[in-house]
């Protein structure tokens, strides 16, 4: 989730992480250790904030990912945002994000998750683009075209009843297939429609004759 440069700098020794709560069993975070070891964490992570005073508590929310790479790497602190400073559309991005992790997800909602979140991101940012979608969710560009691409037809049954994300967008695949070549033979003919007789090798009064034709041969007869 990107969010706003509202947020504060917090231990990491502060930071709680449920784990009964938590839809991730397992977290892996080489692929962006790197990133953050050049650059630290841009993104903050999300806490709620539990008690008062000096016994609150910070309890993560999301970003377990960045939280646990900056564990890993020794960093002492890492930005934090309480979510209950969050507004109403980031609130809303950070749920179906949440959502997201779910492992009993049908593929059906994750597809309408995504396409959900880009349309959020899109109404704050008129310049936002799938590739930035893609970098907020941590996932491919390729897996995010495929996921807008079957949300958009998930009103046709036989792209709801697919097995999967994939099978789905195979079958819209073939349907484009054949809607660009239909496109191109109606161009063809109507382009071929458009000549006039001589453009299609016929003269006035019809197709000219070719070099082997026995009318070009013929001489004319004597008197």
């Given at each position: 989730?990107?969010?706003?440069?509202?947020?504060?700098?917090?231990?990491?020794?502060?930071?709680?992480?449920?784990?009964?709560?938590?839809?991730?069993?397992?977290?892996?975070?080489?692929?962006?250790?790197?990133?953050?070891?050049?650059?630290?964490?841009?993104?903050?992570?999300?806490?709620?904030?539990?008690?008062?005073?000096?016994?609150?508590?910070?309890?993560?929310?999301?970003?377990?990912?960045?939280?646990?790479?900056?564990?890993?790497?020794?960093?002492?602190?890492?930005?934090?945002?309480?979510?209950?400073?969050?507004?109403?559309?980031?609130?809303?991005?950070?749920?179906?994000?949440?959502?997201?992790?779910?492992?009993d997800l049908p593929w059906q909602d994750g597809a309408k998750a995504v396409a959900r979140?880009?349309?959020?991101?899109?109404?704050?940012?008129?310049?936002?683009?799938?590739?930035?979608?893609?970098?907020?969710?941590?996932?491919?560009?390729?897996?995010?075209?495929?996921?807008?691409?079957?949300?958009?037809?998930?009103?046709?049954?036989?792209?709801?009843?697919?097995?999967?994300?994939?099978?789905?967008?195979?079958?819209?695949?073939?349907?484009?297939?054949?809607?660009?070549?239909?496109?191109?033979?109606?161009?063809?003919?109507?382009?071929?429609?458009?000549?006039?007789?001589?453009?299609?090798?016929?003269?006035?009064?019809?197709?000219?004759?070719?070099?082997?034709?026995?009318?070009?041969?013929?001489?004319?007869?004597?008197?």
């Amino acid at each position: 989730m990107l969010l706003g440069n509202r947020y504060k700098r917090v231990s990491l020794a502060k930071i709680t992480v449920l784990r009964d709560e938590r839809q991730r069993t397992e977290i892996v975070t080489a692929d962006i250790e790197g990133s953050i070891s050049k650059y630290g964490v841009l993104n903050p992570i999300i806490c709620r904030e539990e008690g008062e005073g000096q016994e609150a508590s910070l309890i993560l929310v999301a970003g377990e990912r960045r939280l646990e790479a900056s564990r890993k790497l020794g960093l002492p602190d890492i930005p934090v945002r309480l979510i209950s400073d969050l507004s109403w559309i980031e609130a809303q991005i950070l749920e179906l994000e949440e959502n997201l992790k779910r492992e009993d997800l049908p593929w059906q909602d994750g597809a309408k998750a995504v396409a959900r979140i880009h349309s959020l991101y899109l109404s704050q940012d008129p310049n936002w683009t799938q590739t930035k979608t893609a970098e907020a969710l941590g996932i491919t560009l390729g897996h995010i075209s495929v996921q807008l691409r079957v949300a958009s037809e998930l009103d046709s049954p036989r792209i709801a009843q697919s097995t999967n994300v994939r099978a789905a967008y195979n079958i819209l695949a073939r349907v484009d297939e054949r809607k660009m070549s239909d496109a191109v033979s109606t161009i063809i003919a109507k382009g071929a429609n458009l000549l006039g007789p001589e453009d299609r090798g016929q003269g006035p009064e019809g197709p000219e004759p070719s070099p082997g034709d026995p009318q070009d041969s013929a001489q004319p007869s004597g008197p």
